[in-house]
């Protein structure tokens, strides 16, 4: 079964820094790795999708990178900003015997202090 | 405007009384899926569906049902609710599985659900 962690789990910095989330996962046959936000009692929106094959994928100010055999992701928050406060998930994407699905993070809880 | 709508968004219930909590997408997707979220558990796929009439059981499929008739639904069935099933769920869906797909998966608004 596929084991995701996500570390911190909470983090306050001061608005206007870079940070970096990180995400490691047991089994490192994923298809693709997504990065989703979460806001308090709201759903889950995409912010990047990093194909298998795929080193690195950018948004903006958002850059996620993948090193598949590692088992690891990281995403980095450029010139961070109130706005970007939210609970960030990492989901890769791997299934055993056809089943294809998404396995979550615990997730990391944001706080960019204005 | 392409989204995925849960309903209903709040419910409170009693242990043993039969619920069903709604999903529908308008984007004309093939795969749906159902999660719970609890506290420090993160988030739990139920049971996914590949596409009308396919479906199959996630991490917690115990105590729940679905059906995918039609394209856009699927319903999320609760026979027997009990006080364990209090949680946080999300319906979810791509154009393709996540194993195939470059898409990335749209989240409805969630619905909390509590059992007394």
């Known amino acids: 079964k596929q084991e995701v962690t996500q570390i911190p789990a909470a983090l306050s910095v001061p608005e206007g820094e870079n940070l970096v989330l990180n995400c490691s996962f047991t089994?490192?046959?994923?298809?693709?790795l997504q990065w989703f936000r979460q806001d308090p009692g709201k759903g889950l929106t995409s912010l990047l999708l990093?194909?298998?094959?795929?080193r690195e994928q950018t948004s903006g100010r958002l850059n996620a990178s993948l090193d598949k055999s590692s088992g690891r992701s990281t995403l980095y928050i450029a010139a961070s900003q109130p706005g970007d406060s939210a609970t960030y998930l990492c989901?890769?994407?791997?299934?055993?015997?056809?089943?294809?699905?998404?396995?979550f993070g615990t997730g990391t809880r944001l706080t960019v202090i204005p | 405007e392409a989204q995925v709508t849960q309903n209903p968004r709040y419910l409170i219930t009693v242990t043993g009384k039969k619920l069903t909590v709604t999903c529908s997408q308008n984007?004309?997707?093939?795969?749906m899926s159902w999660y719970r979220q609890d506290p420090g558990l993160g988030l739990r796929q139920i049971y996914y569906?590949?596409?009308?009439?396919?479906?199959d059981k996630g991490d917690v499929p115990e105590g729940y049902k679905v059906s995918r008739k039609e394209k856009r639904n699927f319903p999320l069935i609760l026979e027997s609710p009990s006080p364990n099933q209090t949680s946080l769920y999300f319906c979810?869906?791509?154009?393709?599985?996540?194993?195939?797909?470059?898409?990335?998966?749209?989240f409805g608004p969630g619905t909390r659900l509590t059992v007394l």
């Open positions: 990093i194909q298998s094959s795929q």
């Open positions: 984007m004309n997707h093939e795969y």
């Open positions: 989901a890769p994407g791997w299934g055993q015997t056809g089943a294809n699905n998404l396995f």
């Open positions: 089994d490192s046959a994923i298809y693709n």
């Open positions: 979810a869906s791509s154009l393709f599985p996540p194993r195939t797909s470059t898409d990335t998966q749209y």
């Open positions: 569906s590949m596409n009308v009439e396919v479906t």
